[in-house]
């Protein structure tokens, strides 16, 4: 089983990033605590202390075109919020 971790950078993830020492992801939705943490400890050299998960349902989506109205639903994902040891960080730009 692959699971997939990706960085959000958002205004609120940034400001929760450089107040809490806390960094958010999206993650494959079968993922559990555990593998987050040891994904993120292998991928990023952090000691890291906590993870919480949240899901994101999924948002109903309509829109108006020549054909009538066309609805649809965006798929549900899941976040996790992860807590690092005190004094380290994680830099999303230094290979770039």
Known sequence: MEIS????ITEGATKRSEARNCFTFRVSPDANKYQIKSLVEQIYGVKVEKVNTAVVRGKNKSRWTKSGLLRGKTAA???AYVTVAEGQTIDFFSNI
């Open 5 to 8: 971790i990706k960085p959000i």
């Open 77 to 79: 994902w899941k976040k």
